[in-house]
């Protein structure tokens, strides 16, 4: 068997300096979405340097993801083909704001193999912490297909109880034809997201958009939205990548705000309202 859950979960944690600028910041807020109108005073926030906040997600990928999936891939106890590899689920939870600006370490680890069977989820934790303290932690499930049945623990389920009544607010975003080849300018390199033929082979009619890109649209959608603008509110953000989405499509969100916390629901418009992202939830102050 190509993964060793034993030894993958025993490895030493790689450990890396990380450093990311207000340039970092603009682009990946360009990368799921931002600026439009390009004129707008709340738009501005997330483009104009003189302004900038940092939207949170922005932490998966601080220091051009690293140590990220892909590196992840690579740790002792691990070999598997790229093309086999889906993220299955992503949670993050701020210890504080991040920075426009900011230096700090980063110590990578698998903290789980779980066993599902047709497929192992591997989950790949990133804690990162500057001279100040922790700043926030990042849990990435990865499923790699194929690579289950030896037996071992299946681990925790990830669904939810579905929010009961209508949505409180339901907002839709454009996803641009060249929305994944802008988003993978912040670090995320995997071909399946730009060359046609990786993408066929890993089984899609054409490329995908980064799971993590819809996760910052859906992010940013809550944030101005619910929360005032105010990305400093936002304590933690999980999700489930329930499905695919293709650059040129449209997201419809579906929020239900909870005291605090909001549940959210994303959907594909133009393939039926197909789910995409499930079992989604952002804690608030």
């Known amino acids: 068997m190509p993964i060793d859950a034993a030894k993958a979960v025993a490895a030493e944690p790689r450990t890396g300096e990380i ?7 603009q682009l990946y807020h360009l990368g799921v979405g931002a600026g439009i109108p390009a004129t707008d005073p709340d738009e501005l926030r997330y483009t104009l340097e003189s302004r900038l906040h940092v939207l949170p997600s922005f932490a998966t990928v601080a220091g051009n993801g690293s140590p990220g999936v892909i590196s992840g891939l690579s740790m002792p106890g691990i070999e598997v083909d790229l093309a086999k590899v889906l993220h299955g689920g992503q949670s993050l939870t701020l210890h504080r704001p991040i920075p426009v600006e900011g230096a700090a370490t980063a110590t990578g680890r698998i903290a789980a193999v779980y ?7 591997l989950v ?3 804690e990162v912490a500057d001279a100040e303290g922790p700043l926030w932690t990042n849990d990435a499930q990865i499923f790699v297909r194929g690579e289950g049945g030896w037996g071992g623990d299946r681990g925790p389920s990830a669904r939810l109880d579905p929010p009961s009544g209508e949505p409180g607010r339901i ?3 454009a996803v641009r034809e060249d929305q994944a080849l802008l988003y993978r300018l912040s670090g995320d390199w995997n071909p399946l997201h730009a060359d046609p033929e990786f993408a066929k082979v890993a089984g899609f009619e054409r490329p ?4 993590l890109c819809t996760y910052g649209i859906t992010l940013k959608a809550v944030v101005d939205t619910l929360l005032g603008g105010d990305v400093t509110r936002v ?3 999980v999700t489930r990548f329930a499905g695919v989405v293709y650059p040129g499509e449209t997201l419809r969100i579906r929020m239900w705000q909870q005291q605090d916390a909001v549940r959210v629901a994303v959907s594909a418009v133009e393939r039926g309202d ?3 992202l499930a079992d989604t939830v952002v804690e608030h102050t």
């Open 19 to 25: 450093t990311w600028n207000s340039k970092d910041v």
């Open 115 to 121: 066993d599902k069977g047709k497929a192992a989820v």
């Open 124 to 126: 790949m934790r990133t």
């Open 171 to 173: 907002v839709e975003r």
């Open 208 to 211: 995908i958009l980064h799971g």
């Open 235 to 237: 304590r933690s953000y």
């Open 274 to 276: 197909v789910p995409v």
